[in-house]
């Protein structure tokens, strides 16, 4: 699955922001216990999802940064 460019991560309204915050810290919840069990498939999608993390949390914190201003 190819990572949004952070460009159409900003489009996205604060619901569906925090709607995709839980679902991939629950995928990244989900694949560790995946790792647990010696299930996991492809390791690689640790990488992609802490980065798809870390992009939506940094636009929230850019919007929370601005309204506090």
Known sequence: ??????AE?????????SERITATR?????????QATRR???PH?????????AHLLSVQLERQR????
Do not use: G, H
């Open 1 to 6: 699955m190819a990572r949004p460019a952070i």
């Open 9 to 17: 991560v900003r489009k996205l309204t604060d619901s569906d922001l």
């Open 26 to 34: 629950r995928e990244l919840f989900d694949l560790r216990f995946q």
């Open 40 to 42: 996991l498939e492809n």
């Open 45 to 53: 999608r640790f990488k992609e999802a802490r980065i798809k993390l």
């Open 66 to 69: 601005s309204t506090a201003s």
